[in-house]
C-alpha cells in the first residue's frame, strides 16, 4: 500500500537557526508562523510594523540577507540560515544610521508607521545605487505606502543620505 503522506504533513513546528541584527538566534516555529510574528511577538522587534497583512504596503519590511522582504508574507521558517536586518538593528553605539538621521533631519515622517519600512528599504536602494536619480528613488520606494507625508520628504530624506554617504560637504 502506498504512503500518501505529503512532505512536511503532521509538522506542527520547525525549529529554527538564523541572525538578527548580527545576533544567532535559535528557536522554534509553528509552521504557520509568518516572518512578522516571529519578529514581532517572539523577538519583540516591533519597529516591524504590520499593515496590509498582504504584501501590498511595505510597513512590515525587513532586510532579508540584505533583500527588502515583506515579512508579513512569508513563512517564519524561511528565514532558517538567514541574516535579517530590523530597524532596531541600525543604530550603532547610540549613534542613528545615516539614513535614519536623514529622515529626522527632513522631517520625513508624520505617524510614523510607514518609517521602519522607509529607512530600510532606503539602505538596500542605496548598497545598490549609491547615487539614485528621482526616477529611480520613486521606483524604490513606490513599493512602500506612506499616507501623510506626500512622499516630497521621504525622496530629500533619500537625496541626503545618498549625499552624505558620498562625503559631500553640507549635505
Ligand atoms: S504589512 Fe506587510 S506589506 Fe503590508
Ligand atoms: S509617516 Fe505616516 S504612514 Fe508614513
Not at 525549529?15 to 509568518?34: D, F, I, K, Q, S
Not at 505617524?111 to 545605487?129: D, F, I, N, P, Q
Amino acid at each position: 500500500m502506498s504512503d500518501n503522506t505529503l512532505p512536511g504533513e503532521g509538522v506542527s513546528e520547525y525549529p529554527l537557526h538564523l541572525t538578527v541584527n548580527g545576533m544567532e538566534r535559535r528557536t522554534t516555529v509553528p509552521v504557520a508562523c509568518t516572518a512578522a510574528d516571529l519578529l514581532r511577538d517572539d523577538m519583540r522587534l516591533t519597529g516591524t510594523r504590520v499593515g496590509c497583512s498582504r504584501g501590498v504596503c511595505g510597513a512590515c519590511v525587513a532586510l532579508v540577507d540584505g533583500v527588502p522582504a515583506a515579512t508579513c508574507s512569508m513563512f517564519a521558517f524561511q528565514l532558517e540560515g538567514c541574516d535579517v536586518q530590523t530597524i532596531e538593528g541600525l543604530e550603532q553605539d547610540g549613534q542613528l544610521h545615516l539614513v535614519q538621521q536623514a529622515f529626522v533631519d527632513q522631517g520625513a515622517f508624520q505617524c510614523g508607521y510607514c518609517t521602519s519600512g522607509m529607512v530600510l528599504l532606503t539602505k538596500a536602494l542605496l548598497e545598490r545605487h549609491p547615487r539614485p536619480d528621482r526616477a529611480t528613488i520613486a521606483e524604490w520606494i513606490s513599493s512602500n505606502v506612506c499616507r501623510c507625508t506626500g512622499y516630497a520628504q521621504i525622496i530629500a530624506a533619500v537625496e541626503q543620505a545618498a549625499a552624505r554617504l558620498a562625503g559631500e560637504e553640507g549635505a
